[in-house]
T-cell receptor, first 114, second 110 residues
């Protein structure tokens, strides 16, 4: 399967712990996006990379959140000192270069904060 | 403010009963309007991109159309396997991100 891959699929952690998620995009895609989705809502943009450069970050992305994409391949999203409000589905998408290109999504990581 | 609104929030149809879902948008400089299907516990699955008013795209029982202010996703003679949440998203000229609507939960009864 050559789609977007995300790991882990589920993560349960205690409040205050740090968590890290991984995303492997479609190989020929140089753009990679992170979104957060809560129940009954559409995905909300968090940040995106073009190759290894992080070009835009949402106001939703507090200083507890950090994303990296070393060498322009896979990406990681880390949340430090997790809070109850961080419980959500974290989705990764990738696309070819261009703002008019469709984004292709992985199946997400569901984060639950105890 | 750039915004995407989908209606209805939920729609229940009998198998074979055709209907339409609406996506209205207020953005400056539309770069593309995207339709996705999302099944429970899965990520959104790309369906269509529409770029300019008057454009139409079709796939099986689905047909998407676009005007300057809204898009419609028409579903003809739906089957139970068409049950899902359908999401609309818009890309616009002042940003590289896309904005999603809240989706329409479609349920098709056999």
């Amino acid at each position: 399967d050559t789609g977007v891959s995300q790991n882990p699929r589920h993560k349960i952690t205690k409040r205050g712990q740090n968590v890290t998620f991984r995303c492997d995009p479609i190989s020929e895609h140089n753009r990679l996006y992170w979104y957060r989705q809560t129940l009954g809502q559409g995905p909300e943009f968090l940040t995106y990379f073009q190759n290894e450069a992080q070009l835009e970050k949402s106001r939703l992305l507090s200083d507890r959140f950090s994303a990296e994409r070393p060498k322009g391949s896979f990406s990681t999203l880390e949340i430090q000192r997790t809070e109850q409000g961080d419980s959500a589905m974290y989705l990764c998408a990738s696309s070819l270069n261009g703002d008019d290109q469709p984004q292709h999504f992985g199946d997400g990581t569901r984060l639950s904060i105890l | 403010e750039d915004q995407v609104t989908q209606s209805p929030e939920a729609l229940r149809l009998q198998e074979g009963e055709s209907s339409s879902l609406n996506c209205s948008y207020t953005v400056s400089g539309l770069r593309g309007l995207f339709w996705y299907r999302q099944d429970p516990g899965k990520g959104p699955e790309f369906l269509f991109t529409l770029y300019s008013a008057g454009e139409e795209k079709e796939k099986e029982r689905l047909k998407a159309t676009l005007t300057k202010k809204e898009s419609f996703l028409h579903i003809t003679a739906p089957k139970p396997e068409d049950s899902a949440t359908y999401l609309c998203a818009v890309g616009y000229s002042s940003a590289s991100k896309i904005i999603f609507g809240s989706g329409t939960r479609l349920s098709i009864r056999p």
